[in-house]
């Protein structure tokens, strides 16, 4: 980063300063819509519409009633959903060989198919689909979600390599609050037409990312000093977001809204979606400013800010000796490896260090990869489980309509608030005390299975706890997985390898969600009917009540995250070693070379000025 040195002191010392003229304020503008802070604006406009697939459980019932499905139905729906939410393989593979705005082209064209072949077939505008025709639109429209995450947060990922927790978790923060964001915006759109929210998630996801196709893309990685106090900034806003909504969450609740209230709560978070662009101008404004004294200004001493050693993970002087006198065999070893390169399949079983750049076979057959992708199946496929069936869950025990709309915003904002603290709250305790990632994880999933046990058992209005506990380990287990995965594998395949460890999910969830919980609710309801002597009408469905409809389910479901947990301690005892070492010690001396090179060019540009 170049600032004024010493002698530069402020914008008017000197005569040096950036005066306001039209083609300054030109030059302002393009330096705030291509910088990096911009990107990451855009990133929490796409990230913030991303999260439809977590609405399902509000417009689920609409899809079993228009269609007449029963619970097994709709829990394979569901299944197809979580696949095509979390199998990015694809996107992954696109966005290896073509820059970022292709993949949001194709994410953006898919999420709009697939919802709007969902809301035609609801709304009966066309003719009755069959089932693998809906499996096929669900799949494909929240195969969309893997698109806008790995064109927009793997970029900012690569942008941002020291940060990387920190980013993970806010921008999968986003995603997480989506739902309760864009609950609030069809409401005072549509009212109480959750046909029309079908139709809402198709067209508005598609239009943000068209909106800013231009604006991801892959930047030089320079660090600023203050980089991450731009990211808390970030953080407390969109932290007052989220408070905004669980306030109107609790007097919606409490009082029935009108659609111009609605349409109120729904201005105020539009604003505070957008408030983040202020400190984005301010941080560009300084940058530009710093840029302008530099060069218009002989006497303005320019100054280079480079990480130091100490920056993110600080070493002992013992380790700092290792790391010097290893770099020489370091960099021989590479020499070698670039005059002839061997085939990746034959290295496939022959991986590098972790923290190094694993090819995407070394990673798919590492060990380590395969511990955190079972651990991963049991955490996540358990809380999809119970975020997928709320809506079924609250009308089993009894709870309202309108309660059960709570308890979608409950997880949408705790989904949020799991996110941005397992990214914050794990860079801070890596970087102090080196504790390592795996093990927050573990504790996530033992947390986790307390919200199951209240729904298994019924706990007078556990219900909303249990939401509340579900949401947060849902949304916590995530940026603590792809750092995980960004870690031990490096950031060169980091397209490929972020989508194969979220295509867990879908697996756990057909294990846990079909298998399981779809299975026995209609095993139950069946008994139900059968014990009250009613005959199910052909396409009809089925409708169970009372707490054995889930009950056995959720105790299965509590086993099996307590597997994961087991299982993701193994993985702890594995890397323990690597996350006391210092893992962001290659980013530090990336950085420190680019910022050598701006260095560099902008003496060379004030010489030409001079000149």
Same mark, same amino acid.
């Given at each position: 980063?170049?600032?004024?040195?010493?002698?530069?002191?402020?914008?008017?010392?000197?005569g040096?300063?950036?005066?306001?003229?039209?083609?300054?304020?030109?030059?302002?503008?393009?330096?705030?819509?291509?910088?990096?802070?911009?990107?990451?604006?855009?990133?929490?406009?796409?990230?913030?519409?991303?999260?439809?697939?977590?609405?399902?459980?509000?417009?689920?019932?609409?899809?079993? /009633?228009?269609?007449g !499905?029963?619970?097994? *139905?709709?829990? #394979?729906?569901? =299944?197809?959903?979580? %696949?095509? $939410?979390?199998?990015?393989?694809?996107?992954?593979?696109?966005?290896?060989?073509?820059?970022?705005?292709?993949?949001?082209?194709?994410?953006?064209?898919?999420?709009?198919?697939?919802?709007?072949?969902?809301?035609?077939?609801?709304?009966?505008?066309?003719?009755?689909?069959?089932?693998?025709?809906?499996?096929?639109?669900?799949?494909?429209?929240?195969?969309?979600?893997?698109?806008?995450?790995?064109?927009?947060?793997?970029?900012?990922?690569?942008?941002?390599?020291?940060?990387?927790?920190?980013?993970?978790?806010?921008?999968k923060?986003?995603?997480?609050?989506?739902?309760?964001?864009?609950?609030?915006? /069809?409401r005072?759109? !549509?009212?109480?037409? *959750?046909?029309? #929210?079908?139709? =809402?998630?198709g067209? %508005?996801? $598609?239009?943000?990312?068209?909106?800013?196709?231009?604006?991801?893309?892959?930047?030089?990685?320079?660090?600023?000093?203050n980089?991450?106090k731009?990211?808390?900034?970030?953080?407390?806003?969109?932290?007052?977001?989220?408070?905004?909504?669980?306030?109107?969450?609790?007097?919606?609740?409490?009082?029935?809204?009108?659609?111009?209230?609605?349409?109120?709560?729904?201005?105020?978070?539009?604003?505070?979606?957008?408030?983040?662009?202020?400190?984005?101008?301010?941080?560009?404004?300084?940058?530009w400013?710093?840029?302008?004294?530099?060069?218009?200004n002989?006497?303005?001493?320019?100054?280079?800010?480079?990480?130091?050693?100490?920056?993110?993970?600080?070493?002992?002087? #013992?380790?700092?000796?290792?790391?010097?006198?290893? $770099?020489?065999?370091?960099?021989?070893?590479?020499?070698?490896?670039?005059?002839?390169?061997?085939?990746?399949?034959?290295?496939?079983?022959?991986p590098?260090?972790?923290?190094?750049?694993?090819?995407?076979?070394?990673?798919?057959?590492?060990?380590?990869?395969?511990?955190?992708?079972?651990?991963?199946?049991?955490?996540?496929?358990?809380?999809?489980?119970?975020?997928?069936?709320?809506?079924?869950?609250?009308?089993?025990?009894?709870?309202?309509?309108?309660?059960?709309?709570?308890?979608?915003?409950?997880?949408?904002?705790?989904?949020?608030?799991?996110r941005?603290?397992?990214?914050?709250?794990?860079?801070?305790?890596?970087?102090?005390?080196?504790?390592?990632?795996? #093990?927050?994880?573990?504790?996530?999933?033992?947390?986790?299975?307390?919200?199951?046990?209240?729904?298994?058992?019924?706990?007078?209005?556990?219900?909303?706890?249990?939401?509340?506990?579900?949401?947060?380990?849902?949304?916590?287990q995530?940026?603590?997985?792809?750092?995980?995965?960004?870690?031990?594998?490096?950031?060169?395949?980091?397209?490929?390898?972020?989508?194969?460890?979220?295509?867990?999910?879908?697996?756990?969830?057909?294990?846990?969600?079909?298998?399981?919980?779809?299975?026995?609710?209609?095993?139950?309801?069946?008994r139900?009917?059968?014990?009250?002597?009613?005959?199910?009408?052909?396409?009809?469905?089925?409708?169970?009540?009372?707490?054995?409809?889930?009950?056995?389910?959720?105790?299965?479901?509590?086993?099996?995250?307590?597997?994961?947990?087991?299982?993701?301690?193994?993985?702890?005892?594995?890397?323990?070693?690597?996350?006391?070492?210092?893992?962001?010690?290659?980013?530090?001396?990336?950085?420190?070379?680019?910022?050598?090179?701006?260095e560099?060019?902008?003496?060379?540009?004030?010489?030409?000025?001079?000149?």
């Open positions: 980063m170049v600032v004024a040195g010493p002698g530069g002191g402020a914008a008017g010392a000197g040096g300063g950036a005066s306001i003229t039209p083609a300054n304020m030109k030059s302002l503008a393009i330096q705030v819509i291509t910088g990096r802070w911009f990107m990451v604006f855009a990133s929490f406009l796409i990230m913030a519409a991303a999260g439809a697939t977590y609405m399902f459980s509000l417009y689920s019932g609409d899809i079993k /009633y228009a269609l !499905y029963d619970q097994t *139905t709709l829990n #394979l729906l569901s =299944f197809f959903k979580d %696949l095509g $939410a979390n199998v990015g393989i694809l996107s992954g593979l696109i966005n290896e060989i073509t820059p970022p705005w292709v993949v949001l082209v194709l994410g953006a064209v898919l999420n709009f198919f697939g919802y709007f072949m969902i809301w035609l077939a609801v709304t009966k505008k066309i003719a009755r689909p069959q089932v693998w025709h809906m499996c096929l639109y669900i799949c494909v429209g929240a195969n969309s979600q893997s698109f806008a995450n790995t064109g927009s947060l793997v970029t900012c990922v690569k942008n941002f390599p020291e940060s990387r927790g920190v980013v993970l978790g806010i921008l923060g986003y995603v997480g609050l989506s739902g309760a964001i864009i609950t609030q915006l /069809y005072a759109f !549509y009212g109480d037409d *959750t046909k029309s #929210l079908i139709l =809402f998630i067209w %508005l996801p $598609a239009a943000i990312s068209f909106a800013f196709l231009r604006t991801i893309r892959i930047l030089k990685v320079i660090r600023q000093p980089e991450l731009v990211f808390y900034n970030f953080l407390y806003i969109s932290l007052a977001l989220a408070g905004f909504l669980m306030m109107i969450i609790i007097v919606e609740r409490q009082t029935d809204f009108t659609r111009s209230e609605y349409g109120v709560s729904a201005a105020i978070v539009m604003f505070l979606l957008f408030f983040p662009l202020v400190i984005v101008v301010i941080e560009e404004f300084k940058l400013k710093s840029k302008q004294m530099a060069l218009n002989p006497s303005v001493e320019i100054i280079t800010e480079k990480p130091s050693q100490e920056v993110h993970s600080p070493s002992s002087n #013992l380790e700092q000796t290792v790391s010097v006198a290893a $770099a020489p065999e370091e960099v021989s070893s590479g020499s070698t490896s670039s005059s002839k390169e061997p085939s990746c399949w034959t290295t496939c079983f022959s590098p260090d972790r923290g190094e750049d694993y090819t995407i076979l070394q990673a798919l057959f590492s060990l380590d990869m395969l511990i955190l992708f079972l651990a991963t199946i049991c955490g996540v496929g358990g809380t999809l489980t119970a975020i997928d069936n709320l809506g079924q869950i609250g009308g089993s025990l009894g709870y309202p309509k309108k309660s059960i709309s709570t308890f979608v915003s409950l997880v949408s904002i705790w989904n949020y608030l799991g941005v603290a397992s990214g914050f709250v794990s860079e801070i305790f890596l970087a102090k005390y080196k504790f390592p990632r795996p #093990l927050m994880l573990t504790i996530i999933l033992l947390l986790s299975c307390i919200g199951h046990l209240l729904i298994a058992f019924n706990v007078p209005g556990g219900l909303y706890v249990a939401s509340i506990i579900i949401g947060f380990c849902f949304g916590a995530w940026p603590l997985v792809f750092a995980i995965i960004s870690e031990l594998f490096g950031l060169k395949y980091y397209s490929t390898l972020y989508n194969f460890g979220g295509a867990a999910s879908p697996l756990g969830s057909y294990l846990l969600n079909v298998r399981v919980a779809g299975h026995l609710y209609d095993k139950e309801a069946k139900q009917m059968a014990a009250s002597g009613i005959t199910r009408k052909k396409g009809g469905d089925l409708t169970c009540i009372g707490v054995e409809c889930f009950k056995l389910s959720f105790i299965i479901i509590t086993a099996a995250t307590l597997f994961g947990a087991f299982i993701s301690l193994i993985l702890v005892l594995r890397t323990k070693k690597f996350y006391k070492s210092d893992i962001y010690k290659k980013f530090r001396e990336a950085a420190a070379k680019s910022a050598d090179e701006v560099m060019d902008t003496k060379t540009e004030q010489y030409g000025n001079r000149k």
